[in-house]
């Protein structure tokens, strides 16, 4: 037979008597078989943005301190195992500025944020104390660059969702680049203006809702974290801008914050324009995904009805889940999920933050199922995780879910006792639309020509330029013009694709 021409043989097989061997897959291939074989792409109806630091996974809050920056590699590690990136514009993001944050923090308190270190925090143990440093709000080295790197990213993610809303007089020329924009290091709600609280040090959702008013005459805040949002409440509490949801544990004196109890809606004054505005919807240990599921759709739905937002952002805490370190409900992920769905369905612009979780496993097999629900992926993802993703042992094993992206989370060996009957739901329910019947339909902002960030007007004037030169120029600049044109009209994986790491 000629040389040229062979017969053909099957992989792995043998072809005259000469065995053929495949070359073992790559790990980028394994990810593009994997997102191919669940159908990941970008979905037609609308865009979606993941904004990330990486940075911000190296740092520790300390051996015992149940909050572990980690669980944000786990996450970004499932993500983009199975392929998610390719539905998804991707952005590595920059760190905020002290100019950025001072628009809600204090000017001092962020001074001292940056100054204190482990090294010299004992000089300052009055103002820490002040602060709220503590054991809850422990200082580590780099903490400063931790909190500008998730806030950052906060701020992208916020700005990505950006449009002009009609007959303001904006140029349409920079419609929102995102639909619904992804930050899971972000979400932070416990920060107050001049104090770091539960964990949290930069309420990156408040500096995010500041952003999205510049445009937005309503913003809607949820937040589905097992510990009440009161940062962000307490920060908008004289706003009518602003509506305040809050699904979380209630306990004044033996859970963490105390606050959010059922009288708790706001300024008591009926004449502040924020009266009302706080939506809190508390707990008990143990409620399940029925529950939930019909609470949530029930409330979230009058407060859209009634408030009537133009842009939702939803604080998607994972210490709800059953089998959380701190949280007692009986939550499995595609029962936390189906928030993600509802607000997804109201078809407003749509920021997903994180929060609370510690349960790193479960964490990030959360974050993954609703980045691919934000991304209107065929789900479920499948049974078992990948073998190609990274610390995949970290989901091996009984205790850990047998390698399984969706385990059950309230088996009985699991299972918080559900203190919650159809009457105390109810009454959950008739109380809240209660208040919203008071609200006097939702209030009329006459919105203005806002200034466009900086960082956008720089990036249209550069590529402005780079068309201009090479319209000039020709030739060869002009088929590298074409290039990228194409290349972004393909857009596999997004703008600045995020890469493995």
């Known amino acids: ?68 920056p980690w669980r944000l590699q786990l996450t970004k590690q499932l993500i983009l195992s199975y392929g ?26 962020l001074e001292f944020l940056e100054l204190v270190t482990p090294d010299n925090m004992s000089q300052h143990a009055d103002t820490m104390a002040v602060f709220g440093f503590g054991d809850d709000c422990p200082v580590f080295d780099g903490l400063f660059d931790y909190c500008t790197n998730y806030t950052g990213a906060t701020i992208s993610s916020a700005r990505s969702l950006l449009q002009s809303p009609p007959g303001t007089g904006s140029s349409s020329r920079n419609p929102a680049q995102s639909d619904i924009a992804i930050n899971w290091s972000g979400g932070l709600h416990h920060a107050h203006k001049s104090n770091a609280s539960g964990f949290c040090y930069v309420n ?37 801008r602003v509506m305040t949801l809050s699904f979380h544990k209630y306990d004044r004196t033996t859970f963490f914050p105390g606050t959010g109890g059922p009288d708790e809606s706001g ?3 009926p004449r502040n324009p ?34 009537q937002p133009t842009a939702i952002v939803l604080q998607c805490g994972a210490d709800s889940l059953g089998g959380d370190r701190l949280g007692k409900f009986n939550l499995n992920i595609r029962g936390h999920g189906h928030c993600v769905s509802t607000c997804r369905a109201f078809g407003l612009p749509l920021l997903l933050l994180g929060g609370g979780g510690y349960t790193a496993r479960n964490v990030a097999r959360l974050w993954c ?59 959950q329910v008739q109380r809240i639309t209660e208040q919203l019947r008071y609200l006097h339909g939702a209030p009329s ?17 550069e590529e402005d330029m780079r068309e201009d030169e090479d319209e000039e120029n020709g030739g060869r600049n002009g088929e590298e013009a074409a290039k990228r044109r194409r290349k972004a009209e393909r857009n596999i994986g997004g703008r600045g694709e995020m890469p493995i790491r």
């Not at 990136?85 to 001092?108: G, I, K, L, P, S």
């Not at 809190?280 to 408030?307: M, S």
């Not at 989901?395 to 006792?417: Q, V």
């Open 369 to 427: 199922h609703e980045t691919a629900l934000a991304a209107d992926c065929n789900l479920p993802l499948g049974a078992h995780i990948p073998n190609h993703v990274p610390y995949r042992r970290a989901f091996e094993g009984h205790d850990n879910g047998n390698g399984m992206l969706y385990p059950i989370l309230d088996d009985d060996g699991k299972r918080h006792k559900n203190d919650h009957d159809a009457k105390y739901l109810n009454d």
């Open 267 to 269: 300024p008591k004054n």
């Open 274 to 307: 924020g009266a009302r505005h706080s939506l809190n919807v508390p707990l008990r240990d143990g409620i399940d995904d029925e529950q939930y599921e019909a609470l949530f759709d029930t409330v979230a739905k009058e407060a859209v009805a009634v408030f």
């Open 445 to 461: 902002v006459q919105m203005q020509r806002m200034p466009r960030d900086i960082w956008t007007v720089r990036q249209e004037v």
């Open 84 to 109: 998610l990136q390719y539905a998804m514009e991707c952005h590595e993001t920059r760190c905020a500025t002290r100019d950025e944050m001072v628009d809600f923090h204090n000017e001092d308190y």
């Open 204 to 240: 990156d959702i408040v500096l995010a809702i500041l952003i999205l008013l510049t445009r937005h005459p309503r913003v809607l805040y949820i937040d589905i974290d097992v510990h009440h949002g009161d940062g962000v409440e307490e920060a908008f509490a004289s706003s009518d």
């Open 1 to 68: 037979m000629s040389s040229v021409v062979q017969e053909y043989g099957v992989p792995n097989g043998t072809t005259n008597g000469t065995k053929i061997s495949t070359p073992p897959l790559s790990l980028d291939e394994k990810i593009a078989q994997t997102a191919q074989e669940y159908g990941i792409e970008r979905p037609l109806s609308h865009n979606v943005s993941f904004h990330y630091n990486s940075a911000v996974e190296q740092h520790h809050f300390g051996r015992s301190h149940p909050m572990k």
